[in-house]
């Protein structure tokens, strides 16, 4: 089991349930198709939103993207043939993109609830904590414009070429998730430094 090494540490777990209607959604529409895709990222979401809702941690980016979900679902019902399926991975990242931005204009990062949920709440209000949140929140949202970019390029010069899609995507999250795993250690040492180092 993930355990807690610092106050400032992204719980992967946490991370990656937050996201888990995107995992489904990629997972579900690789083999069964974009329509399932989407019924499989919504029914995951819904399950997800309730849980953080019962728990007081429904956040932007589970609002944002239960609505991305919920509205692509609508087309698929009404139009399964409609030709916005082909966009849908370029989509998806500029959806998420759109969410990371919000969340850093109205001054709450979208990994500073995730991470609150990993986190002691004595320290939720720390400036380091709010500081690096930020600044991972700006990483990913980087990310996600160049997934939604490389995506969009794949799309229209590639002709919808799915593998230049998936690496168009991988290289954008796994460059962000390196440069938050960079950030995070960095952090995890001036904690440990300065006595703020969480038993875990």
Known sequence: MWRQR???VVGAMAFLLSFSPWIAYGAVSASLGW???VYAAL???VA?????SRRRELDALSV????FFGAMSAVALAS???AIHRWIAALSAGALAVIALASLAVGQPFTLAIARRSTPAELWDHPEFIRLNRF???VW???FVAAAAGCSLAIVLLRDDTAAIICANAVALLGAGYVTRRTVKRAEARAAAAGLTAAG
């Open 6 to 8: 610092s106050g400032y």
């Open 35 to 37: 329509r399932a895709g």
């Open 43 to 45: 029914i995951v979401q």
């Open 48 to 52: 997800l939103a309730a849980l953080l």
């Open 64 to 67: 944002g993207t239960l609505a």
């Open 80 to 82: 399964p043939h409609a």
């Open 136 to 138: 991972i929140t700006s």
């Open 141 to 143: 949202t980087v990310a």
